[in-house]
């Protein structure tokens, strides 16, 4: 078959690329296109610009008409998209908005006494630069009108712009009463500033609205009485930083929201300095735009976060005004007339963005209320906080300076990567501890790769971060080989474990295979039996023999050796091939994944948990709370296969202590940072309810696990709810000698005494004992009894050692003896040490009472296997370690 030339499959490629390019159905403006759909914008917004060159304080006065009233006072409106009257916006609300932000401003910020609303001093008591993340409560208030979308004529407002469908319910519309707001503030220390200075010549102090800055925000609002999902937008406007205040606004094709900015101000020198600040940033901007032919078209100040759709959808409009709250007298003092104070503050926010190792008293907080005005909507959204509401119910908006949120998240980091070290050093151990079949059969693999499922999310995760971070990058690639350690090492460890537990599945699969195929119904053809070929002593060459002719008996075989014939031994041959020719035949043996496959299904689940998690951060909080509480409730179950595990094989314990309590203590330490602590860098809401249910969860599970391993992994379970499986400590009677019951070695070790004591009895001497050792048994029984365990008067279970060993035997006997148990001795095989075994005597009244809780500690010091050996639970548990073979008769024993 000629093969294909490179050249030709690369063109068919660029085919191939280009018509899906042009089929694509995508209403983005082309490259060319772009220019002629964006050039009436531009003038449109270059003629806003003009009006907001040429008007002053005092043009726009929105307020009601007044009947009576001079000329000079009715209302005025600017020619600017949305701020006309016939464009019907809820302006009447204009000056109860300026109320609120004074009454935000007095309160958070109050001047000296005596001193008017906006003077303040020489000391600057807020934040100069608010780049920072705050989050807090909202309440919505109504305004004085009611605003519906039917009552706009966008086609008049914005003239020229094909709106999806005006006739709908607009985009960012809030209607329920409360909900939460995330604001992250991005404010430039090197952008453009404005200052007043020729008015300030005569004053003794600076206005506090004489610097102006030029600042973006975005918000990020969650409306708590409405199953609908967050809303993001994005916000322009000036920042005067000798006030602490902030005021901004949306700007959109029926909005020209940042032209008229300076009209909201509170007063006329902050209307003076945000206009000759906006003159210049914003003349700056559209002549960029005009000198670039072939640029953007879209709207430079757009308050859309996520990619904008080319058909315009209608929304609601904001203006939001922030008063920063000062910062505590712990920081900066008390004494406002100080002039070296004055600088106090600079000083500070220096030492954040460039760290000398200055002293400080700690890292303020940033505080800010929030008064937000939808004028084409109709109502308002106030921060929750004093002095209308308690500090209890909220504290306004509380966050972080951007350098302080930068630390904290780089410490996080750091602390999460000693984390993964720590779980990493625990794998390790737990790995020498599990280095042989056997002990990587008791193992679950669910529980281990619960585990490195986790891991793997976090190493994905950090690895994505590590592409996009700067100033994080380091931390972040620390985190990154920390995860990627843990998750190779961790997978290697699964490898294993999978590869020594095949066995295992594929007895497990057989089995279901067979009674898959017992019950199924036998086919016709299968149930019928094939006739037997009729048997003929007459030779090959004569004719068969009639059906009364009596029959000859057949000759006894006689067996040759393969090697002395030939054809016996083809004839075991085509018998070979017959026999694989009809197991082929058959249904095929069970086929068990691979680890590869298994590892591609961790892929695929690791990729959809992702992929939900990313869809759940724009579902509403509700659901997005349960979604997450599910996924740390699943993941922080990884005991339970375990448990299941340790049923199902009658193991007591697969891990170590230590590899238990650490792996419990560590994955919930990231989960107890996030749902405890309210200032942590998700701005997560904290719920300490759920978060001890958690805990109680995993230690639920812990102790579990502590309780299969005292009392056995099958105590208070009934059997038929369990395969059945040896038992290794099993209980040992005195009727059972008879019947061979007994281990080998017990019978003949020395017999039990024809006059046993009471329960009662108080004679405890060696001589009256049921057992009565042998000298060499007694000469060696000390380095048994020094770890003995006996229950002592209270119930609790001691051990011998000292001049107690003598003592701490008879307090056993007596309270075996109570329950109707005697002791017997053994050798054991591995250690060649006493083995004392409690057994139940045939004349106990309640035979019943050995499986109780005393017995259940009595038979933990023994282990006997199916082939009726007995030694010390340590010493076969130890011997397990490497050979699941008998030590006397090396037969293969069932794993723990």
């Given at each position: 078959?000629p093969?294909?030339p490179?050249e030709?499959t690369?063109n068919?490629?660029?085919?191939?690329?280009?018509f899906?390019?042009?089929?694509?159905n995508?209403?983005a403006?082309?490259?060319?296109?772009?220019?002629f759909?964006?050039?009436?914008?531009?003038s449109r917004?270059?003629?806003?610009?003009?009006?907001?060159d040429s008007?002053?304080w005092?043009?726009?006065?929105p307020?009601?008409p007044?009947?009576?009233?001079?000329?000079?006072?009715?209302?005025?409106?600017?020619n600017?998209?949305?701020?006309?009257?016939p464009?019907?916006y809820?302006?009447?609300?204009?000056?109860?908005?300026?109320?609120r932000?004074?009454?935000w401003?007095?309160?958070?910020?109050?001047?000296?006494?005596?001193?008017?609303?906006?003077e303040?001093?020489?000391?600057r008591?807020?934040?100069?630069?608010?780049?920072?993340t705050?989050?807090?409560?909202?309440?919505r208030r109504?305004g004085?009108?009611v605003?519906?979308?039917?009552?706009?004529?966008?086609t008049?407002?914005?003239?020229?712009?094909d709106?999806?469908d005006p006739?709908?319910?607009?985009?960012w519309?809030v209607?329920?009463?409360?909900g939460?707001?995330?604001?992250?503030?991005?404010?430039?220390?090197?952008?453009?500033?404005y200052e007043?200075?020729?008015?300030?010549k005569e004053?003794?102090?600076?206005?506090?609205?004489?610097l102006?800055?030029e600042?973006?925000?975005?918000?990020?609002?969650?409306?708590?009485d409405?199953p609908?999902?967050?809303?993001?937008?994005r916000?322009h406007?000036?920042?005067w930083?000798?006030?602490g205040?902030i005021?901004?606004?949306?700007t959109?094709?029926?909005f020209?929201?940042?032209?008229?900015?300076p009209?909201?101000?509170?007063?006329?020198?902050?209307?003076?300095?945000a206009?000759?600040?906006?003159?210049?940033?914003l003349?700056?901007?559209?002549?960029?735009?005009?000198?670039v032919?072939?640029?953007?078209p879209?709207?430079p100040?757009t308050?859309?976060?996520?990619e904008e759709s080319s058909?315009?959808w209608p929304?609601?409009?904001y203006?939001?005004?922030?008063?920063l709250?000062p910062l505590?007298?712990t920081?900066?003092?008390?004494?406002?007339s100080?002039?070296?104070l004055?600088?106090?503050?600079?000083?500070?926010?220096?030492?954040?963005?460039?760290?000398?190792?200055?002293?400080?008293?700690g890292?303020?907080?940033?505080?800010?209320?929030?008064?937000?005005?939808s004028?084409?909507?109709?109502?308002?959204?106030?921060?929750?906080g004093p002095p209308l509401?308690?500090?209890?119910?909220?504290?306004?908006?509380?966050?972080?300076?951007?350098?302080?949120?930068?630390?904290?998240?780089?410490?996080?980091?750091f602390?999460?990567?000693?984390?993964?070290m720590?779980?990493?050093?625990?794998?390790?151990?737990?790995?020498?501890?599990?280095?042989?079949?056997?002990?990587?059969?008791?193992?679950?693999f669910?529980?281990?790769?619960?585990m490195l499922?986790a891991?793997?999310?976090?190493?994905?995760?950090?690895?994505?971060?590590?592409?996009?971070?700067?100033n994080?990058?380091?931390p972040?690639?620390?985190?990154?080989?920390?995860?990627?350690?843990?998750m190779?090492i961790?997978?290697g460890f699964?490898s294993?474990?999978?590869k020594?537990?095949?066995?295992?599945?594929?007895?497990?699969?057989?089995?279901?295979?067979?009674a898959?195929?017992?019950a199924?119904?036998?086919?016709?053809?299968?149930?019928?039996?094939?006739p037997?070929?009729?048997?003929?002593?007459?030779?090959?060459?004569s004719?068969?023999?009639p059906?009364?002719?009596p029959?000859r008996?057949?000759s006894?075989p006689?067996?040759?050796?393969s090697?002395?014939?030939?054809d016996a031994?083809?004839?075991e041959?085509?018998?070979q091939?017959a026999?694989a020719?009809a197991?082929?035949?058959?249904p095929?043996?069970?086929r068990?994944?691979?680890?590869?496959?298994?590892?591609g299904?961790?892929m695929l689940?690791?990729?959809?948990v992702?992929?939900?998690?990313?869809?759940?951060?724009?579902?509403?909080?509700?659901?997005?709370?349960?979604?997450?509480?599910i996924?740390?409730f699943?993941?922080?179950s990884?005991?339970?296969p375990q448990?299941?595990?340790?049923v199902?094989?009658?193991?007591?314990?697969a891990?170590?202590?230590?590899?238990?309590?650490?792996q419990s203590?560590?994955?919930?330490?990231?989960?107890a940072?996030?749902?405890?602590?309210?200032?942590?860098?998700?701005?997560?809401e904290?719920?300490?309810?759920?978060?001890?249910?958690l805990?109680?969860?995993?230690w639920?599970?812990?102790l579990?696990?502590a309780?299969q391993?005292?009392?056995?992994?099958?105590?208070?379970?009934?059997?038929?709810?369990?395969?059945e499986v040896?038992?290794?400590?099993?209980?040992?009677?005195?009727?059972?000698?008879?019947?061979?019951?007994?281990p080998?070695g017990l019978v003949s070790?020395?017999g039990?005494s024809e006059d046993?004591?009471?329960?009662?009895?108080?004679d405890?001497?060696?001589?009256?004992?049921?057992?009565?050792?042998?000298?060499h048994?007694?000469?060696r029984r000390g380095?048994?009894?020094?770890?003995?365990?006996?229950?002592?008067?209270?119930?609790s279970?001691?051990r011998g050692?000292?001049?107690?060993v003598v003592?701490g035997?008879?307090?056993?006997?007596?309270?075996?003896?109570?329950?109707g148990?005697?002791?017997r001795?053994i050798?054991?095989?591995?250690?060649?040490?006493?083995?004392?075994?409690p057994?139940?005597?045939?004349d106990?009244?309640?035979?019943?009472?050995?499986g109780?809780?005393?017995?259940?500690?009595?038979?933990?010091?023994?282990?006997?296997?199916?082939?009726?050996?007995i030694?010390?639970?340590?010493?076969?548990?130890?011997?397990?370690r490497?050979?699941?073979?008998?030590?006397?008769?090396?037969e293969?024993?069932?794993?723990l």
């Amino acid at each position: 078959m000629p093969t294909v030339p490179w050249e030709t499959t690369r063109n068919w490629a660029l085919v191939t690329f280009l018509f899906v390019i042009l089929i694509t159905n995508n209403d983005a403006p082309a490259l060319i296109t772009g220019h002629f759909s964006g050039a009436s914008r531009l003038s449109r917004l270059r003629e806003h610009h003009k009006i907001l060159d040429s008007s002053k304080w005092g043009d726009f006065s929105p307020h009601a008409p007044e009947a009576g009233a001079p000329p000079w006072q009715a209302p005025k409106h600017l020619n600017l998209t949305g701020f006309r009257e016939p464009d019907h916006y809820a302006w009447e609300d204009l000056a109860p908005f300026r109320d609120r932000c004074r009454q935000w401003s007095r309160h958070a910020y109050p001047p000296p006494k005596g001193a008017p609303d906006w003077e303040h001093g020489p000391v600057r008591r807020t934040w100069q630069n608010a780049t920072g993340t705050v989050h807090g409560r909202w309440v919505r208030r109504a305004g004085s009108v009611v605003r519906h979308p039917k009552d706009y004529n966008l086609t008049a407002i914005a003239p020229g712009v094909d709106w999806a469908d005006p006739d709908v319910e607009w985009g960012w519309n809030v209607t329920g009463s409360h909900g939460t707001i995330l604001l992250r503030l991005v404010e430039s220390a090197d952008g453009v500033v404005y200052e007043d200075k020729e008015t300030q010549k005569e004053a003794k102090y600076p206005h506090s609205g004489s610097l102006a800055r030029e600042i973006i925000a975005i918000a990020d609002i969650q409306d708590e009485d409405q199953p609908s999902p967050s809303f993001a937008l994005r916000l322009h406007g000036v920042h005067w930083p000798r006030q602490g205040s902030i005021l901004l606004t949306t700007t959109t094709d029926k909005f020209a929201g940042i032209f008229g900015l300076p009209h909201f101000a509170p007063a006329p020198e902050f209307y003076r300095t945000a206009k000759m600040l906006l003159n210049r940033t914003l003349d700056e901007v559209l002549t960029e735009k005009e000198r670039v032919r072939f640029g953007d078209p879209g709207n430079p100040w757009t308050p859309v976060v996520e990619e904008e759709s080319s058909v315009p959808w209608p929304r609601c409009e904001y203006i939001m005004y922030l008063q920063l709250h000062p910062l505590e007298p712990t920081y900066i003092g008390e004494d406002e007339s100080d002039p070296q104070l004055a600088t106090l503050i600079d000083h500070l926010e220096n030492e954040l963005r460039f760290p000398t190792g200055a002293p400080s008293k700690g890292k303020p907080d940033l505080r800010m209320s929030m008064v937000a005005w939808s004028p084409d909507c109709a109502y308002y959204l106030e921060s929750k906080g004093p002095p209308l509401f308690p500090s209890v119910e909220g504290q306004h908006l509380v966050g972080l300076k951007s350098e302080v949120l930068l630390s904290r998240t780089k410490m996080w980091m750091f602390g999460f990567a000693a984390v993964l070290m720590a779980q990493l050093w625990l794998l390790k151990m737990q790995m020498k501890e599990s280095n042989t079949p056997s002990t990587l059969g008791r193992i679950s693999f669910h529980t281990a790769a619960m585990m490195l499922l986790a891991d793997g999310l976090v190493f994905t995760c950090s690895s994505a971060w590590s592409l996009s971070a700067t100033n994080t990058f380091l931390p972040s690639l620390i985190l990154t080989f920390a995860a990627f350690m843990s998750m190779s090492i961790g997978a290697g460890f699964l490898s294993e474990i999978y590869k020594h537990q095949e066995p295992e599945r594929r007895r497990n699969e057989a089995r279901a295979n067979a009674a898959a195929a017992r019950a199924a119904p036998p086919s016709a053809s299968s149930s019928a039996p094939a006739p037997a070929p009729a048997q003929s002593s007459a030779p090959r060459d004569s004719l068969p023999l009639p059906v009364t002719a009596p029959r000859r008996p057949a000759s006894p075989p006689i067996i040759i050796p393969s090697d002395q014939d030939i054809d016996a031994e083809i004839a075991e041959n085509a018998a070979q091939s017959a026999a694989a020719a009809a197991a082929a035949g058959s249904p095929s043996a069970p086929r068990v994944s691979t680890f590869a496959s298994v590892t591609g299904t961790f892929m695929l689940l690791g990729i959809a948990v992702l992929i939900l998690t990313a869809m759940s951060l724009s579902w509403p909080p509700r659901a997005r709370a349960i979604y997450l509480n599910i996924v740390s409730f699943t993941y922080l179950s990884f005991w339970a296969p375990q448990i299941r595990r340790n049923v199902w094989r009658n193991s007591r314990r697969a891990f170590a202590w230590r590899f238990v309590l650490g792996q419990s203590v560590l994955r919930l330490l990231p989960f107890a940072y996030f749902y405890l602590r309210s200032d942590n860098i998700l701005f997560v809401e904290p719920d300490p309810a759920t978060f001890l249910a958690l805990v109680a969860w995993v230690w639920v599970q812990v102790l579990v696990l502590a309780a299969q391993d005292v009392l056995g992994p099958r105590y208070g379970l009934p059997e038929r709810w369990m395969p059945e499986v040896w038992e290794y400590h099993p209980v040992l009677r005195e009727d059972n000698v008879e019947a061979g019951g007994l281990p080998i070695g017990l019978v003949s070790s020395g017999g039990l005494s024809e006059d046993h004591k009471g329960a009662g009895e108080e004679d405890s001497s060696p001589e009256s004992s049921p057992v009565a050792p042998s000298a060499h048994a007694a000469a060696r029984r000390g380095s048994w009894s020094l770890t003995s365990p006996f229950l002592a008067d209270d119930g609790s279970w001691g051990r011998g050692g000292g001049g107690g060993v003598v003592g701490g035997r008879r307090e056993r006997e007596k309270e075996l003896r109570r329950h109707g148990m005697a002791l017997r001795t053994i050798d054991c095989a591995i250690c060649t040490e006493v083995l004392e075994v409690p057994v139940v005597r045939a004349d106990a009244k309640d035979p019943a009472a050995a499986g109780g809780l005393v017995g259940v500690f009595a038979r933990r010091a023994y282990m006997v296997t199916p082939c009726r050996h007995i030694f010390h639970t340590k010493c076969l548990e130890g011997w397990f370690r490497y050979k699941l073979q008998c030590p006397i008769c090396r037969e293969e024993l069932p794993p723990l």
